[in-house]
């Protein structure tokens, strides 16, 4: 890896090879671009700001079956999505040992990689180390993918979106929180050849209901809410 102390990223890589950074503190991704077959790795000790001001739309983006990582790493470090990801058949990992948070620009798409979305990665304080919000209006759509959504606290929803008909289409795991409706722009997960699996401890829906087109429902909750 490429260590850097820098505030901001503007990658590109356009015949062969990864990219592969190693920021020292919090930095924004204004750009990372794969135009050949690499991965993308950004691991921080701080927050990673994905925010390319609207152009491109995807500020993060690999092909064919390029990989994307972003890790923040640190009891206090964040990923802010503000802007888009996009990969075709690649994962796409994002991992915050905090919050992960959405705008309503910052969506992920993916033609067939799994999606995979941890806050509280380094399992902090149980409910108040790490929680997984999307506004209204953002949209994970894994193409045929699975989605795999996890945190500390609440995860709030916009949309989820897949074609996936495995019983782990979407799995949404909160460890001390709920699974909360973040508004009706979207229906909140459509898998509708595939399964949904929720597991929460203070309730489900429990302010607005999760509204879902899925094919079956694997739902446990622990401890309160509805």
Not at 156 to 163: I, Q
Not at 173 to 185: E, F, K, Q, R
Request: glycine share 14%; no cysteine; net charge negative.
């Amino acid at each position: 890896a490429i260590e850097t102390t820098v505030a901001s990223l503007d990658v590109d890589n356009s015949t062969s090879g990864n990219v592969d950074v190693a920021e020292t503190d919090a930095v924004t991704i204004v750009k990372a671009v794969q135009a050949t077959t690499g991965n993308i790795q950004v691991v921080a000790g701080g927050t990673i700001t994905v925010d390319s001001a609207g152009a491109p739309a995807n500020a993060v983006s690999t092909l064919l079956g390029g990989t994307v990582v972003l890790d923040a790493n640190g009891v206090a470090s964040d990923v802010i999505i503000n802007d888009g990801i996009s990969s075709a058949t690649g994962a796409i990992t994002v991992t915050a040992d905090n919050d992960v948070t959405f705008a309503a620009e910052g969506d992920i798409t993916s033609t067939s990689g799994n999606v995979i979305v941890t806050a509280d990665a380094d399992s902090g304080a149980g409910g108040t180390d790490g929680a997984l919000t999307m506004v209204d209006g953002t949209v994970i759509n894994a193409g045929s993918g699975t989605i795999a959504l996890s945190a500390d606290e609440n995860i709030t929803l916009g949309g989820l979106l897949t074609t996936n008909a495995t019983d782990t289409a979407v799995t949404l795991t909160s460890t001390s929180g709920g699974i909360v409706d973040g508004g009706d722009a979207d229906v909140d997960v459509v898998a509708a050849s595939g399964r949904l699996v929720i597991d929460a401890v203070t309730g489900i829906g429990a302010s607005g209901a999760i509204e879902t087109t899925v094919a079956s429902l694997d739902v446990d909750n622990s401890t309160s809410g509805n």
